[in-house]
């Protein structure tokens, strides 16, 4: 089974809340990822976990804040958010500790920022 | 520096005709390539991945993609396109040791009846 789940499907917060989007995997899965998706773009990347430690932070704003409590849960912190942070957020795993191998993705949640 | 490249922003193609997505990369060595899919509102699903070994890859949903070292490409190809391939297609390259995928701009793929 290559499922990868996400929750909420859809978010919506204002510029003042704090709320946290989660990811979860039970593939055994060692390599953990956050993506950031533009409408009729390509994700981007945001934070790789590898073996439950943040091996790569790609210059992510600290209204950002990612957290892997185990192997098999990822979670990202929103605080202060822009509404140009309103995106679709895709987790993802992989295999082993993650470098060199295909990744799997979750089906991400719709972020609205007013 | 590394990079994955879909030269087709939007084909449409009738439904049951044949399908074929381009995608040239332009990394150092061989890198490890993968096409997914990714339906309106949804997360991206994995079709196929090019490691090493035979160069003519089958993945899921009918697709298969071919390596060509020569031409520095890894098209897909699907011989009868469904109304439900109607999707976005990106191919991603991986080089090895890393984690970062390189995504290509992606593909738009419109079926008519």
């Known amino acids: 089974d290559t499922e990868v789940t996400q929750t909420p499907k859809h978010l919506v917060m204002g510029m003042t809340n704090k709320k946290s989007l989660k990811c979860e995997q039970h593939?055994?899965?060692?390599?953990m990822y956050w993506y950031k998706q533009k409408a009729k773009k390509p994700p981007e990347l945001m934070f790789v976990y590898s073996y439950e430690k943040l091996s790569i932070n790609e210059s992510v704003p600290s209204r950002f804040s990612p957290e892997c409590p185990n192997s098999s849960l990822l979670n990202l912190h929103l605080h202060a958010l822009q509404p140009e942070d309103s995106a679709l957020y895709l987790c993802a795993s992989s295999p082993g500790g993650g470098a060199s191998y295909e990744q799997y993705f979750g089906p991400g949640t719709r972020l609205t920022v007013t | 520096a590394q990079s994955v490249t879909q030269p087709d922003i939007h084909i449409t193609v009738s439904e049951g005709a044949s399908l074929e997505l381009r995608c040239n990369y332009s990394y150092g060595a061989t890198p490890y390539l993968f096409w997914y899919v990714q339906s309106p509102g949804q997360g991206l699903q994995l079709l196929l991945k090019y490691f090493s070994g035979d160069t003519l890859v089958q993945g899921i949903k009918g697709f298969e993609a071919e390596f060509k070292r020569s031409q520095s490409s890894f098209n897909l190809r699907k011989p009868s396109v469904h109304w439900s391939d109607a999707a976005e297609y990106f191919c991603a390259g991986l080089k090895q040791d890393d984690y970062k995928l390189s995504f290509g701009a992606g593909t738009t793929v419109t079926v008519r009846a």
């Open positions: 593939m055994g899965h060692r390599a």
